[in-house]
């Protein structure tokens, strides 16, 4: 049964960046069926797509967050990873990864990360 | 850009009865509306896909419907089990997730 689980530092500072990891248990990234995604559920519970990776070659980034977002497939190690800089409050939320149909829909999904964005 | 318009944003019912959350999307998106469970505490659940098609493992009390602009999500008996919050996602563009819809029991 596939098992996707986040870390990474629950507290980021203001311009700084904030950096995740998704491990993957019981699959294997290297599966040409399917992409990795991120996304974040803000303090209001909206859920904000923030990104995809289909085998490190083709990334897919919402618009609004585009211009400071990374993300990145680690295969030997079976994880893949989210980059965001620089970052402010707003991008305090719960971060969750997750195996993705193409960016049609997320399943399963990680059990989610708090991030704090505080100086 | 795409809006999704979830509704309600909370709902209240007994056990045993039918529920029914709406989706609606600012533009023609075909079938490409897909519903999440939340649990409290926990990671969105993917319960339908394609507007109608119940994902494996998924009890047969949910259901989907709709395509183009309107779309339902209907839980024919309502469990204990099910108290939530419902999201819907759209992907005719990229991913977009309605507000959600909080189910309490009466």
């Known amino acids: 049964q596939l098992q996707l689980q986040e870390s990474g530092p629950g507290l980021v500072k203001p311009s700084e960046t904030l950096s995740l990891t998704c491990t993957v248990s019981g699959g294997s990234l290297r599966s040409r069926h399917y992409y990795w995604g991120w996304i974040r559920q803000l303090p209001g519970k909206r859920l904000e797509w923030i990104g995809s990776?289909?085998?490190?070659?083709?990334?897919y980034y919402n618009p609004p967050l585009k211009s400071r977002v990374t993300i990145s497939l680690d295969t030997s190690k079976n994880q893949f990873s989210l980059k965001l800089s620089p970052v402010t409050a707003a991008d305090t939320a719960v971060y969750y990864c997750?195996?993705?149909?193409?960016?049609?829909?997320?399943?399963?999904w990680g059990q989610g990360t708090l991030v704090t964005v505080s100086s | 850009d795409i809006q999704m318009t979830q509704s309600p944003s909370s709902l209240s019912a007994s056990v045993g009865d039918r529920v029914t959350i709406t989706c609606q999307a600012s533009q023609d998106i075909g079938k490409y509306l897909n519903w999440y469970q939340q649990k409290p505490g926990k990671a969105p659940k993917l319960l339908i896909y394609d507007s109608s098609n119940l994902q494996t493992g998924v009890p047969s009390r949910f259901s989907g419907s709709g395509s183009g602009t309107d779309f339902t999500f209907t839980i024919s008996s309502l469990q204990p089990e099910d108290i939530a919050t419902y999201y819907c996602?759209?992907?005719?563009?990229?991913?977009?997730f309605g507000g959600g819809t909080k189910v309490e029991i009466k």
């Open positions: 990776i289909f085998h490190s070659e083709n990334t």
């Open positions: 997750a195996r993705g149909v193409g960016i049609k829909w997320f399943d399963p």
């Open positions: 996602q759209q992907y005719d563009n990229l991913p977009l």
